[in-house]
């Protein structure tokens, strides 16, 4: 089974918060883990964020980083081409999502189709979960 992160699941891998114990067991389930390559800049993007709230310290901002970017090259990345955009402009459309919720909805949605329905789906953004199910997808949390 291939479980399929999107950004506010990743950032639960690094960021303790509620559901960060749910994807760990979700990952240690799972042959494989994948993502959108915009969940790269979006996680960056969150941890920036924790930084100039002041939720963490620079040296955890650093560990976090130095995973983060360890973890990375083990994921199956999944490239944006122009099929996945116009997908995602579609299903930002017909669910109402913001667009790189779009993207990884369409990404999912590909790699489920491409891994013969072998994918689960995880997503913490209540918008993208109930998209995702009423698309189809299975989704893991």
Excluded: C
């Amino acid at each position: 089974m291939i479980l399929y992160l999107d950004t506010s699941a990743m950032v639960k891998l690094y960021v303790r918060e509620r559901g960060s114990s749910e994807v760990r067991t979700l990952i240690r389930e799972s042959a494989a883990v994948a993502t959108s390559v915009v969940a790269y800049a979006e996680t960056r993007a969150a941890f920036a964020r924790l930084m100039r709230q002041g939720a963490t310290v620079e040296k955890r901002h650093h560990e976090r980083l130095k995973q983060f970017n360890a973890d990375w090259e083990s994921l199956m990345r999944v490239e944006l081409g122009h099929v996945l955009a116009r997908s995602a402009g579609e299903l930002a459309e017909a669910y109402a999502l913001r667009g790189f919720d779009a993207i990884h909805l369409a990404t999912a949605l590909w790699l489920n189709d491409t891994a013969g329905g072998k994918l689960r789906f995880a997503a913490f953004d209540a918008k993208l979960h109930a998209a995702a199910r009423r698309a189809g997808l299975p989704v893991a949390v």
